[in-house]
């Protein structure tokens, strides 16, 4: 199993102790590893049998098309809700709605750009300057990144962001420090 990206590792410590995480578009569940190690409580959704299947060894992962049918999350928060290579447009307010007061999106996925070194080339699947940040309105963002990465080449586009608790005031989990792989 491939190991878990580095923005999520970097950005896992804003995610409450023992919190409840979502892994979109999970694959073989490195994301649900991650967290399911570190004592969350964790959720993965993703359209291939095989890997439901494989994501199901860390916690609860459920099979739904989430582009063809419904949102299979709806009514209900996460703690955290993670992203990762995977991009369809009309999701977007679903997965962020999916964050909990005092919760956690981390997204990364590819970006303008990318279709001048590989696959994905198709504009469908590639964030546009500023779309993820778009997404976010109502978060509070906490890292941004836009740009090439070189192992593997590769344009992306990262933030981590959260939502606040209702008070206006940072939750004081954002103080502490960063996870070690």
Not at 107 to 122: H, L
Request: glycine share 10%; net charge neutral; proline share 9%.
């Amino acid at each position: 199993m491939s190991q878990p990206s580095a923005w999520i590792v970097r950005w896992s410590h804003l995610v409450p102790a023992g919190g409840r995480v979502l892994d979109v578009a999970c694959g073989a569940g490195r994301h649900l590893r991650w967290f399911a190690d570190r004592g969350h409580a964790v959720t993965g959704v993703d359209r291939a049998p095989d890997a439901v299947a494989s994501a199901a060894r860390w916690g609860r992962a459920l099979q739904a098309d989430i582009e063809a049918g419904p949102w299979p999350f709806a009514g209900e928060n996460f703690d955290v809700v993670v992203v990762t290579n995977y991009l369809w447009r009309p999701r977007l307010p679903d997965i962020v709605a999916a964050v909990a007061p005092g919760g956690v999106l981390l997204y990364e996925t590819f970006a303008a750009g990318n279709e001048t070194i590989g696959k994905p080339s198709r504009p469908d699947f590639l964030l546009q300057p500023g779309e993820l940040i778009a997404a976010c309105a109502g978060l509070r963002v906490v890292a941004y990144e836009h740009g090439y990465e070189s192992t593997p080449p590769r344009f992306v586009q990262r933030i981590a962001a959260v939502r606040l608790d209702g008070s206006g005031i940072p939750l004081r989990h954002l103080l502490g420090e960063p996870a070690r792989p």
